[in-house]
């Protein structure tokens, strides 16, 4: 018997979500020892929580679709434990945030980086990130920016616990061909900390971070 279709909806959304249902998802992302410490942040706070496939422009992000009632956390699949549990708890902040003052605040404001570290204080120790992450973070955590990805050292050693290290731009040699945000480009000379590329579709000159991550690298015969 066909029944009547049931539109989706992000309240009934929220209403699936429970702290067992959480519990599942996360464990299987953050380290052991902040399983419990994540889920009691979802308990004060609740939310959506949906974990996508990678995405080139963003790690995690925050919605509340205008209203309070229907707040979302989204997070990329591929992240290795302890940049996933950095970019929960930089989310969650956004919603504390948001609960709090709505949509009148800087979302990096001072209000969200004072929200941030008093929730990650928790979780600056040893029994959670390994030292090389932990000695970066927590220098990072004293003025956290609004993308942990500026802070190169701090990208680094999350880098160095991924499952499949991603190739940055400074490992490419020059003359090699490589992609990045689905276009095309050839590496150019160094600039200091940038490297400038040359579009191929466009031929527009462009300065890249040497730490850019790239994919389908072709390289340089030279």
Same mark, same amino acid.
């Given at each position: 018997?066909?029944?009547?279709?049931?539109?989706?909806?992000?309240?009934?959304?929220?209403?699936?979500?429970?702290?067992?249902?959480?519990?599942?998802?996360?464990?299987?992302?953050?380290?052991?020892?902040? @399983?419990?410490?994540?889920?009691?942040?979802? &308990? #004060? $706070?609740? !939310?959506?929580?949906?974990?996508?496939?990678?995405?080139?422009? +963003?790690?995690?992000?925050?919605?509340?679709?205008?209203?309070?009632?229907?707040?979302?956390?989204?997070?990329?699949?591929?992240?290795?434990?302890?940049?996933?549990?950095?970019?929960?708890?930089?989310?969650?902040?956004?919603?504390?945030?948001?609960?709090?003052?709505?949509?009148?605040?800087?979302?990096?404001?001072?209000?969200?980086?004072?929200?941030?570290?008093?929730?990650?204080?928790?979780?600056?120790?040893?029994?959670?990130?390994?030292?090389?992450?932990?000695?970066? @973070?927590?220098?990072?955590?004293?003025?956290? &920016? #609004? $993308?942990? !990805?500026?802070?190169?050292?701090?990208?680094?050693?999350?880098? +160095?616990?991924?499952?499949?290290?991603?190739?940055?731009?400074?490992?490419?040699?020059?003359?090699?061909?490589?992609?990045?945000?689905?276009?095309?480009?050839?590496?150019?000379?160094?600039?200091?900390?940038?490297?400038?590329?040359?579009?191929?579709?466009?031929?527009?000159?462009?300065?890249?971070?040497?730490?850019?991550?790239?994919?389908?690298?072709?390289?340089?015969?030279?």
């Amino acid at each position: 018997m066909l029944r009547p279709s049931v539109a989706f909806s992000p309240k009934h959304a929220l209403h699936q979500m429970t702290p067992d249902r959480v519990l599942n998802i996360l464990q299987s992302h953050v380290p052991a020892p902040a @399983l419990a410490y994540c889920v009691d942040l979802w &308990k #004060a $706070s609740p !939310f959506e929580l949906k974990i996508t496939r990678a995405r080139q422009t +963003k790690v995690g992000d925050f919605t509340s679709r205008n209203t309070k009632a229907h707040p979302r956390i989204t997070l990329n699949n591929d992240l290795n434990p302890y940049l996933f549990l950095m970019t929960y708890v930089h989310e969650v902040a956004h919603l504390r945030v948001y609960i709090t003052y709505g949509s009148r605040v800087d979302p990096h404001g001072v209000q969200w980086r004072t929200t941030f570290t008093d929730l990650m204080l928790p979780l600056l120790w040893e029994e959670i990130f390994p030292e090389q992450i932990l000695h970066e @973070l927590r220098r990072h955590m004293i003025n956290p &920016k #609004a $993308s942990s !990805f500026a802070d190169t050292q701090l990208t680094e050693s999350f880098r +160095k616990f991924d499952k499949h290290p991603p190739v940055t731009l400074d490992q490419v040699p020059e003359g090699s061909i490589f992609k990045l945000q689905g276009r095309w480009f050839k590496k150019g000379k160094l600039r200091r900390t940038r490297v400038l590329c040359r579009e191929l579709q466009s031929k527009r000159d462009y300065l890249v971070p040497v730490d850019a991550v790239v994919t389908d690298v072709q390289l340089s015969l030279l």
